[in-house]
């Protein structure tokens, strides 16, 4: 519940906001990819977009590169927890074979250290 209040809290005045910045930024600019063009817009060809769509899509591109960046900045720390996962599922395996194997039921005090674990 706190997340979606705090949620409705940051999006709306967040939305509100870019609508504004769209709305006082119409005016078309030209989108030119040379350098070297002359600065005059009669003279260098380019395309002709509003304002606010270059800079909404400037910060998508930059969104998307940083997810893309933390994606690979997180690879080692993901493949670790599949490690740690892949080893507990193991011995959790191992050690329900042992309790059967000793005739330990799996109710009692030691079932309820494990619920309380999550072990099962």
């Known amino acids: 519940m706190v997340n979606r209040i705090v949620g409705w809290v940051v999006l709306v005045p967040l939305c509100l906001g870019l ?18 063009a002359p600065v005059d817009g009669a003279v260098a060809p380019g395309y002709g977009v509003p304002m606010f769509v270059v800079l909404y899509v400037v910060l998508l591109v930059g969104v ?10 997180q690879a080692s720390h993901r493949r670790r927890e599949k490690h740690w996962r892949r080893e507990a599922h193991m011995l959790n395996g191992e050690l329900e074979k042992l309790r059967r194997h000793h005739g330990q039921a799996s109710s009692g005090p030691l079932a309820e250290v494990d619920d309380l674990l999550e072990l099962r």
């Open 19 to 36: 609508i504004v910045f769209a709305l006082a930024n119409r005016h078309f600019v030209a989108v030119n990819f040379n350098p070297f």
């Open 64 to 73: 998307l590169l940083g997810g893309i960046a933390t994606w690979f900045a």
